[in-house]
């Protein structure tokens, strides 16, 4: 079983920074990768960044130069720092992970960017 914690969110002001956390509580599987997800209010849920267990990052174009994800594997923790925030970054901001055979998410956590 797989739990994930994430913390982080709030509210900032455009051009300011907030780091996210996911903390992954696991038993019985091996953590692959890890992601960070986002559905801004009335669009699709899109992929921001993902991590794999080898440290390979990937990032969509939006989150390039601004945001940076990293994980602790000994925390099985995953963060997402981000900075240089607009308003069109406002979003439910939700981890992924891939262990054993499937995916689990997080409850998610809002980050609201205001101009």
């Known amino acids: 079983q797989v739990k994930l914690v994430e913390s982080g969110g709030g509210l900032v002001q455009a051009g300011g920074s907030l780091r996210l956390s996911c903390a992954a509580s696991?038993?019985?599987?091996?953590?692959?990768?890890m992601s960070w997800y986002r559905q801004p209010p009335g669009k699709q849920r899109e992929l921001v960044a993902r991590v794999t267990s080898g440290g390979n990052t990937y990032y969509a174009d939006f989150a390039k130069g601004r945001l940076t994800i990293s994980r602790d594997n000994a925390k099985n923790t995953v963060y997402l720092q981000m900075n240089s925030l607009k308003p069109e970054d406002t979003a439910v901001y939700l981890c992924?992970?891939?262990?054993?055979?499937?995916?689990?998410w997080g409850q998610g956590t809002q980050v609201t960017v205001s101009s």
């Open positions: 696991v038993s019985d599987f091996t953590i692959h990768a």
């Open positions: 992924s992970v891939a262990a054993g055979f499937r995916d689990y």
